[in-house]
């Protein structure tokens, strides 16, 4: 017989990371920041590891420079605020995209300048310098080339670049950004994200989550899987707070948000936590509901029900001809979402009506003490817009199928 105890502290042979930066690339940051005209804070997932959701906006709004979050960065910085461009990439905003592209200057914080990110590397922010802060220093000049390098905690290169700033500013040195923020501004006014309502009246995946993320609000912790319903989540969820929005970003793990949601709950028990899933994503992984349900936790799942792989029948439709292959799954009769709910012991609830949307989300809110898990029946050729075909320049952003934005009407 023996007795256990948690470690109080892990040890790992061989993992000492720095924390701290280096001063002499903190000024060196802080002179590129305030000799340059088109400066972007491009924001990584890095930055709400480390905590630094609070220095972030300081640093910010000390500066005015603009702000993009990564899919990971999502709440890392306040969607509500004015300087805020939105998600860079692949199915970015029309405006962080620009931001990025017509940058002379791009302050990387814990962010790794992936190919959803860049799109064509060679083509990527052609113009602009790099300033790349990272704790893992074999992230930095991986994919380009850092014209300042600083290895350390995000929270503590910001923490200390603000110093540096507010010295230079003391000093009677401060950027002129106003000309590239107010471009950035017309952008952003120009080119809004938005959709189209289905032409039949049917149910518009967008204004699902739309609703979802209002009525839940920005206190919520949104979980989802990978795919179309992914993108939707990062656009149309208002993201206030670090910490509220969880994904597999990179690993592109289908099956990810209902174990995500599950260990959310489990660790904010008082939190209202929504699974934002798509129905091929919810089929690998809802036998977890039984584990929700025998151990009382009570999250809510937001099956967007298209009947496909989504994002592959996009592709399928954009590209291949419409050429559909092993992307149909007949979900909205088989399997019946709502039996399979009440099979594990949870509420199954379902929407097909953009009159009835409000009332089943409020009604899910309302129950505490079960999982809920509601079938939303929607549009199957709903597509996410914007969207930067893969290999090809960011300059190629599509707002629409048949619409690329004109910068130069903005530059004008």
Known sequence: MTTFRWPTELHLPGYRPVTRPHSKQIREAARLILESRRPVLYVGGGTIRAGAARELKVLAEFTGMPV???????????????????????????????????????????????????????????????????????????????????????????????????????????????AWVEFLAGIKQRYPLGYDEPADGSLAPQYVIERLGKIAGPDAIYTAGVGQHQMWAAHFVGYEKPNTWINSGGLGTMGFSVPAAMGAKVGCPDTTVWAIDGDGCFQMTNQELATCAINDIPIKVAIINNESLGMVRQWQTLFYNERYSNTDLHSKRIPDFVKLAEAYGCVGLACDSPADVDATINKAMEIDDVPVVVDFRVHRDAMVWPMVAAGTSNDDIKYARDLAPKFEEDEA
Do not use: W
């Open 68 to 178: 993009v979050t990564t899919l990971m960065a999502r709440g890392a910085f306040p969607d509500s605020h004015p300087q805020h461009l939105g998600m860079p990439g692949m199915h970015g905003t029309v405006a962080a995209v620009a931001g990025l592209q017509r940058s002379d200057l791009i302050i990387s914080l814990g962010a790794r300048f992936d190919d959803r990110v860049t799109g064509n590397l060679d083509s990527f922010a052609p113009g602009a310098k790099v300033i790349h802060a990272d704790i893992d220093p074999a992230e930095i000049g991986k994919n380009r080339i850092a014209d300042v390098p600083i290895v350390g905690d995000c929270r503590e290169v910001i923490s200390d670049l603000l110093v540096a700033l507010k010295a230079e500013a003391d000093a009677g040195h401060t950027g002129d950004y106003e």
